[in-house]
């Protein structure tokens, strides 16, 4: 729970950062990865660069993580300097190599490293604060799932197989409540049943697949709000970030992560939860957002089910901080105890609050198709 400290200075001595090391913090965003800021001098300008230690017991092939990373980025650098941007190192991640000319630093204690270039003059917003934000980040994303359409080469690495499975996520909840490891299981029995009661939700993208009605793509997996940089000063989407779980995937869990992450006001691990709902106006924004980037390609049963996956990636990613709370909080990175739990009320909720107004939002996209 305490967070880790490191090495910085001596991990940055491995790349060719660009001035003299300053100093490093910590960004404490993101469940996964330890993230730092990492400043150097350079002829009295500070230049700063991203450093970050990837979770390798999350990411198991590091490798082929980063072999997806620099096709993708490439890919979507040329595909932006062939579009004009004028900004390109602003608005696609730059992976900088080691010394050696490798993607990644493995350390003295196993850990693996690398380095991006920091993108200045940007946040990143854990709660969706306007309409304007949501259609923005949901053009972000789109744009990238547009990009990635013709990724010239082989299928990219699934860098964790079966990530967006609900099949899979929903038996290794069934599994962590029976093994009950950190014996928790007997004071969640209402959020168990919770998720036990909505188990057929699980199969159903996954049919559609399988009958060939939804067709596999390159996606992002991980769209939470917090994975998309705006412009401090225009407020607009500009680099869509986290890029390691992009992987084959479908177009719908892109779009469903955007729903549980880009509509309800209050944060993930809110404990008041009367605070937790699906906004209209904002959903609204994200169809709208979203379809303007990819309505040229997408098909019409993957745009029939965006309201669906909205409440599909909150009951998976819901069962997720679930099993996790029950087997020890060993997944998600916490800063509290209970915290996962409090994650998964909110996604109960939020799914509780997508299933009031389903056919309403189904309505909504069908507007806009
Ligand atoms: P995690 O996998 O742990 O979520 P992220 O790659 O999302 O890690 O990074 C965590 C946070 O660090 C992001 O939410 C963002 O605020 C910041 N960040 C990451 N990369 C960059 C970058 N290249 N430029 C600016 N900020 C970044
Ligand atoms: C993790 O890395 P981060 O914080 O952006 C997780 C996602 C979850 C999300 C929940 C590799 O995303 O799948 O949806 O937390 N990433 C991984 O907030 O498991
Ligand atoms: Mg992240």
């Known amino acids: 729970m305490t967070p880790p400290t490191h090495d910085v200075k001596s991990v940055a001595?491995?790349?060719?950062?660009?001035?003299?090391?300053?100093?490093?913090?910590?960004?404490?965003?993101?469940?996964?990865?330890?993230?730092?800021?990492?400043?150097?001098?350079?002829?009295?300008?500070?230049?700063?660069?991203?450093?970050?230690?990837?979770?390798?017991?999350?990411?198991?092939n590091v490798p082929g993580m980063m072999d997806n990373i620099e096709r993708v980025t490439r890919h979507s650098s040329a595909r932006l300097h062939a579009e004009g941007c004028g900004e390109v190192s602003r608005r696609v991640l730059t992976v900088i190599p080691t010394r050696g000319n490798q993607?990644?630093?493995?350390?003295?204690?196993?850990?693996?490293?690398?380095?991006?270039?920091?993108?200045e003059n940007t946040r990143s917003h854990d709660a969706i604060e306007s309409p304007r934000q949501a259609r923005d980040a949901a053009r972000a994303f789109g744009h990238f799932q547009k990009q990635l359409?013709?990724?010239?080469?082989?299928?990219?690495?699934?860098?964790?197989?079966?990530?967006?499975?609900?099949?899979?996520?929903?038996?290794?909840?069934?599994?962590?409540?029976?093994?009950?490891?950190?014996?928790?299981?007997?004071?969640?029995?209402?959020?168990?049943?919770?998720?036990?009661?909505?188990?057929?939700?699980?199969?159903?993208?996954?049919?559609?697949?399988?009958r060939g009605e939804i067709p596999e793509r390159v996606t992002h997996n991980d769209t939470k709000l917090n994975n998309v940089l705006f412009d401090e000063t225009s407020g607009e989407a500009i680099c869509v970030i986290d890029l390691d779980t992009v992987m084959p995937g479908l177009a719908l869990y892109d779009f469903g992560d955007m729903v549980?992450?880009?509509?309800?006001p209050a944060l993930e691990d809110e404990r008041d939860l009367s605070k937790v709902w699906m906004q209209m106006p904002m959903f609204e924004a994200l169809v709208s957002g979203y379809l303007e980037s990819t309505g040229g390609f997408l098909n019409e049963a993957e745009k029939a089910?965006?309201?669906?996956?909205?409440?599909?990636?909150?009951?998976?990613?819901?069962?997720?901080f679930l099993a996790d709370y029950l087997q020890g909080d060993v997944y998600f990175k916490i800063h509290r105890p209970g915290q996962n739990l409090d994650r998964a009320?909110?996604?109960?909720?939020?799914?509780?609050?997508?299933?009031?107004?389903?056919?309403?939002?189904?309505?909504?996209?069908?507007r806009y198709r």
């Not at 549980?260 to 309800?264: M, Y």
């Not at 990636?313 to 997720?320: M, S």
């Not at 996604?347 to 996209?365: D, F, H, N, T």
């Open 260 to 264: 549980r992450t880009a509509t309800s």
């Open 149 to 210: 359409t013709d990724l010239p080469g082989e299928r990219l690495h699934e860098t964790i197989p079966g990530f967006h499975n609900t099949r899979h996520r929903f038996d290794a909840l069934q599994k962590a409540v029976a093994e009950d490891r950190a014996g928790r299981a007997a004071s969640v029995r209402a959020e168990i049943d919770f998720f036990q009661r909505r188990e057929p939700l699980a199969d159903v993208l996954l049919d559609l697949l399988a």
């Open 13 to 60: 001595s491995h790349f060719p950062l660009l001035g003299d090391f300053l100093n490093a913090s910590p960004i404490s965003r993101g469940h996964i990865n330890d993230t730092y800021l990492a400043t150097c001098a350079q002829g009295g300008a500070r230049v700063r660069h991203v450093l970050q230690r990837v979770n390798h017991d999350i990411f198991k």
């Open 103 to 119: 993607p990644f630093h493995r350390d003295d204690s196993g850990n693996f490293w690398r380095a991006f270039v920091f993108i």
């Open 305 to 320: 089910h965006l309201a669906f996956s909205g409440k599909l990636i909150t009951f998976e990613i819901g069962a997720r």
């Open 345 to 366: 009320r909110t996604q109960m909720r939020l799914v509780e609050s997508i299933e009031e107004q389903e056919e309403a939002m189904r309505k909504i996209v069908e």
